[in-house]
């Protein structure tokens, strides 16, 4: 496993549970995502590619993918119309697993509890935006030296 240790007085402590492959100006369906990483939402057995967005405030899923997992999305906690750069939509905050998913023999998928904004108005990709879900793991994106060995460090921010 590639392995990420914090050096601390005399101490090395393993920094992340997992990677895998991040990859660089990837299409989804008519979407570019300039840093795509793999996660699954909830306990949907496919694996998505979703844009990964330091700068997105909230995760954001749209309304066909709430659909299929309706029986597992908690209550909304708060309401509200949010800003994108394909206008306003509005959605709902829920309570839902996002699980990265880390390469074979690369450690461990991470599943976090996560706060995600749904909106049926959202036909744009998957995004990881940073409160509820960012915030809460320890990440780093290593550019590799050269194409192909793009790597995605994850572990739980504790």
């Known amino acids: ?4 240790f914090i050096q601390t007085n005399d101490q090395k402590i393993l920094w992340n549970s997992g990677c895998s492959l991040f990859f660089v100006s990837s299409r989804v369906g008519s979407w570019r995502l ?13 694996t998505d590619l979703a844009l990964l967005d330091t700068g997105a405030e909230w ?3 749209g309304g066909e993918t709430a659909k299929i997992l309706e029986d ?3 209550s909304p906690t708060e309401s509200f119309t949010m800003s994108t750069r394909l206008g306003k939509i509005s959605g709902s905050l829920h309570r839902i697993n996002i699980s990265l998913l880390a390469d074979q023999k690369s450690g461990y998928d991470l599943t976090v509890e ?3 904004f749904i909106s049926e108005e959202w036909d744009g990709p998957i995004v990881l935006g940073y409160r509820g879900f960012l915030e809460r793991i ?5 550019p590799g030296v050269i194409s192909g060995e793009q790597m995605f460090y994850f572990g739980l921010a504790e």
């Open 1 to 4: 496993m590639r392995q990420l």
């Open 114 to 116: 996560s706060s995600v």
């Open 34 to 46: 300039p840093v795509a990483v793999k996660c699954r939402i909830g306990s949907l057995e496919e």
């Open 138 to 142: 320890r990440f780093a994106l290593d």
């Open 72 to 74: 597992e999305i908690e």
């Open 59 to 61: 995760s954001v899923i």
